[in-house]
T-cell receptor, first 113, second 113 residues
Framework: KQEVTQIPAALSVPEGENLVLNCSFTDSAIYNLQWFRQDPGKGLTSLLL?????REQTSGRLNASLDKSSGRSTLYIAASQPGDSATYLC????????????FGKGTKLSVKP | DAGVTQSPTHLIKTRGQQVTLRCSPK?????VSWYQQALGQGPQFIFQYYEEEERQRGNFPDRFSGHQFPNYSSELNVNALLLGDSALYLCASSLGGPHYGYTFGSGTRLTVV
């Protein structure tokens, strides 16, 4: 069964700290992996998309890595800010699946001033 | 450039009623997917529409149905509403190939009482 797991479920850090969010997935035959941010009661904002042939993607203070062989991805946030507080979701699209993104349950991040 | 637009933003319905949710995809996107997100959970795939046909379907009963129009906009219909259908319904659009990322709307919050 294709599954996505995110640990920890919640994380609280002081402002300015660098942090890493983890995502693991079964079955390495993925098309791509996408990281999203979700504010309470809101929709999903795409942060980074990594294709199966790529090892990492960067956008500003965010860096996402992908290791298909170990079934892991990490989202690195540098110099965290209170505005980064949100739930971060990892979603995987597998080969043979035309449109089915499978999501983890997310990591709820709180950055304290 | 308008992103994905969903309407309405909030909706309250009574058990047994029927509901229709609407989605306009991001300009240039031809594929629309619908997801259900229960509180504290990751989004669950309902179905995807491409070229006005349902291309793939998740593990949802036939009470959930949809439609895609020639302008690529889409509707999600839910019949015989149950209390358990209360959730945030998210629409995502993309291009049709498997390597493209998804753009999500802000969602429709459905409450069934």
């Amino acid at each position: 069964k294709q599954e996505v797991t995110q640990i920890p479920a919640a994380l609280s850090v002081p402002e300015g700290e660098n942090l890493v969010l983890n995502c693991s997935f079964t079955d390495s035959a993925i098309y791509n992996l996408q990281w999203f941010r979700q504010d309470p009661g809101k929709g999903l904002t795409s942060l980074l998309l990594i294709q199966s042939s790529q090892r990492e993607q960067t956008s500003g203070r965010l860096n996402a890595s992908l290791d298909k062989s170990s079934g892991r991805s990490t989202l690195y946030i540098a110099a965290s800010q209170p505005g980064d507080s949100a739930t971060y979701l990892c979603a995987v699209k597998w080969g043979g699946s035309q449109g089915n993104l499978i999501f983890g349950k997310g990591t709820k991040l709180s950055v304290k001033p | 450039d308008a992103g994905v637009t969903q309407s309405p933003t909030h909706l309250i319905k009574t058990r047994g009623q029927q509901v229709t949710l609407r989605c306009s995809p991001k300009s240039g996107h031809d594929t629309v997917s619908w997801y259900q997100q229960a509180l504290g959970q990751g989004p669950q795939f309902i179905f995807q529409y491409y070229e006005e046909e349902e291309r793939q379907r998740g593990n949802f009963p036939d009470r959930f149905s949809g439609h895609q129009f020639p302008n690529y906009s889409s509707e999600l219909n839910v019949n015989a509403l149950l209390l358990g259908d209360s959730a945030l319904y998210l629409c995502a659009s993309s291009l049709g190939g498997p390597h493209y990322g998804y753009t999500f709307g802000s969602g429709t919050r459905l409450t069934v009482v």
